[in-house]
């Protein structure tokens, strides 16, 4: 598995916030497949630390949970954003962008 | 997820782990319906237990459910520990709930304020005077004088006149059917202006305070209403006689408000306007509240009301002054006025009590230290054998802080433990000594609600309660070095020197509760033998009334029947009982000189009185049933001592001056032998007996409405003749009927019940103390031999003697014990002075109140260390050593 992960550690949150403004309602598995799946595989979220980092946001508020049951009998925990957390969506957002911004003027000038 | 749902985790852990279970087995399972291969899923996905750590974290309150784990373990711990664990809770037990009892009633008497709307602006206005070189302050005031200060003062505040609450015989029905209630006289705005308002009818009003006699409503307090009459809600109308006035009831008061008086609960409020002495200006007989108005100053207003005070009293001594010598009369003119908060009322109760609570609150504060003391040597004891544990904590990488905590919070098990059963003990036991403050046919009544304050106080204990003997072994505990604690060989001396530290703060506590407790003691034990001068026993006192005055004939008759009947030794008749309150005082003049400003003291008696109480006859004779007044008096050897130079007055005449100068004469008859008047821990007052037959301006002789019999019977416990009396008292004369019996012996010990209850929990907590320390001194010097065990079998083998190893194990305990006592005893006599007051003929550095103490003390430490003597005697040294 490839340790590009480290770069997306402080994105992992905009990343998940992002995908369920999209989609609403998904579990941590779908989740974790659609990140991989728009970016064609370039980021690969490390599975375990999706779990917590779902956790610290509903913590915080930004996500709500529930239980559900699949087609198959099981239960499975899915996700969608709270107002907080669709207002947050776009902080992370800009946060991002002035991030990558910095990252592009240090590599332009250097 | 919200703080709550964070707190509220913590309880269902299991629930919590598993759902995180859940969803990461839900997880896999995905991965594998989507065709990955297991081992694949399991190795991208990490450690589990990390990830289930990292998620519970967040779901969690991390310190919090730590807590919980310390708590689990600190109760595992004293379950471990049974027998210490027992004794630390139990003593605490005792001392918290000591503590919580006391505030209760402190609370109750002296914090709690007024269930009214303005209890913060609220004064009681009082005088403030030395009279004979002692000073006095006195709360009643007559209502003219009232009416003054109301008038002068109406700017700046709102005074209210309240008399003393007193049990008045009253009935809703027939005279036979009397029944005693808490009556109260008010003027009419006092409940309006408190913020009151009515349950059922109407409130007492200005309206109803306008003429003298002429506004006959009562009011009723909520909780007599709900008791008496079972919230019957046609109350209102209903009428009720007291005093030959019929009173109708006007309505309820909303809300748990019984009178401005702690220890009393008004059940009826009358008008002020009804009270006899209403017009009267030298009557004083109601306490002055005021309530200040917004924005205004106490000192003002004080000014202007002693102002207006000393005006009027100016005005009505004109014209008394030539009776009165000119420093009497500047004393009582240079009164001062006083005005202090009362918040939270004001009564005879608080005055009395507030020294006696606030004793007994150092008293039980003194206890919880002791038994704190003893919790933090038990815990330090303990502590020792959980050096290894703690040290391995440390070495695994448990956080000091962490170590404190865990010693912290099972300190605090302990305490909360402590405080819940003390709080069971409180809950008996203030009540308890409510039932004492009084005399039993008068018990103070007080609101005693378990609400938030007590609830609070009973948690803020507890806490203070675990760092004080929670901290300094936690503190320890958190410094140990596991190097040395793993090995076995751990430094001692410091943890015996905290110990031995702690074990004279305890001495020295429980030798100055000791030395507290037997100066009360001492005092109730000499009052309650001082000699009143008349004998008690076999007597009682029968409160006669009637409904309307009864010819002096009518008395006599009475006497004359009663004194002829089986069981009766003698009968006679007085205005009031001796000790049992009734103050009337007179200055006298001999010879026509001016008065030579000693008091004497009044009582008006029927012939036969003074061999009902064995009052011994010195000189003369006793009153003849044609002595009257003015005309005949018996005196006592004071008055002979203070108006004739000791020499006996009979035959002699003398005049007694009433205000306005107004003089009576008498010649004396008899003189008796002194007796104590009205208090016991007064000196013998110069008295002047006057006969009940009073002869008006026309020669007539007065009707009497009412006296006390004094019934001296044959039998050693009187009470069984009070139901004969009872019933004989109306078939002699059917307008006669008993109000209410007593032993004379009863209202003598009236006056030691004070002085009994101070004694009574004195004693009770030197106990307690002694106890506690005797249990905290053994508990020291057992921990002790057990660490010096190999020491102390060496010195065996080499050939010491059992008073060698008695000394090894004491001397440290013993100077500990010398330097407690020693402190104890500076702080005692130290303390003392502000007690002082209450003791009678005792001081505190009298020699036997500081050697019983101390002795008590060593006998308790002897007791305490032969057991550990003992032990350490029958060290083995061949299996001692063979161990190590």
Known sequence: ?110 | MSMWRRVTNLFRIKQVNNEIEEELQSHFDEALAQGRDPDEARRAFGSPLRHREASRDARLITWLDALRADAIFGLRQLRKNKITSLAAVLSLALAIGSCMAAFRLIDAVLLRPLPVANADHLYEVSRHGVFNNQSFTYNAWSYPLFQAMRVAVKDQAELLAVSNTEPEDLTYKSDQEMERAQVQYVCGWMLPTLGLRPKLGRLLSESDNLHPGAHPYAVLSQGYWEHRFGEDPKIVGRTFRMDERVYEIVGVVDGEFTGTEPGTMVDIFVPVMMHPGVSANDWSWHRTLAILKLGAAVEPLRAKLEAVSRAFEEQRMNGATAGMPKEQRDAFLNQQVLLEPAASGASQLRTDTRRPLTILCVLVVLVLLIACANVANLMTAQASSRARELALRVSIGGGRWRLVQLVLVQSACLAFLAAALGALLAWWAAPFVVGMINPPDNPARLLLPADWRVVGFGLAIALAVTLLFGLLPALRASTVNPATALKGGEDAHARQRLMHGLIGVQVAFCFLVLFVAGLFVTTFERLSHESTGFSGDCVLVVDTVTKQAQPLAYWNQLLDQLRHRQGIEAVGMSDAPLLGGGNWSNFISVDGLPPNGVIAYMRRVSPGWIDALKIPLLDGRDFLPRDSQPGSALVNQAFANAYFHGKSPVGRTFEIVFSGNFRLRFQAVGMVGDVRYEELRQPLVPQVYVPFRILGEKGEVRDVGGADLVVRTTSTNPLVLSQFLRDEIPQVRPEFRVSRIRTQLEINQSHTVRERLLATLAVFFSVVALLLAGVGLYGVLHYYVLQRQREIGIRIVVGAGIANIARIVTVDVFIALVGGSAAGLTLGIASARFMASLFYQVKATDPPMLIVPTLVLIAVAILAAIPAVIRASRIDPASMLRVE
């Open chain 1, 1 to 110: 598995m490839s340790r590009r992960t480290d770069a997306l550690q402080g994105s992992l949150d905009l990343l998940v916030l992002k995908i369920l403004s999209r989609r609403s309602r998904l579990h941590g598995y779908a989740i974790m497949s659609a990140i991989q799946e728009i970016s064609a595989d370039v980021l690969r979220v490390e599975e375990g630390s999706l779990y917590p980092a779902l956790h610290r946001m509903e913590e915080s508020g930004w996500v709500r949970a529930e239980w559900v049951t699949k087609e198959n009998g099981r239960r499975a925990r899915v996700y969608q954003l709270t107002t907080a957390g669709k207002k947050q969506v776009g902080t992370e957002e800009s946060r991002w962008k002035a991030v990558a911004a910095a990252v592009n003027r240090v590599l332009l000038e250097a």
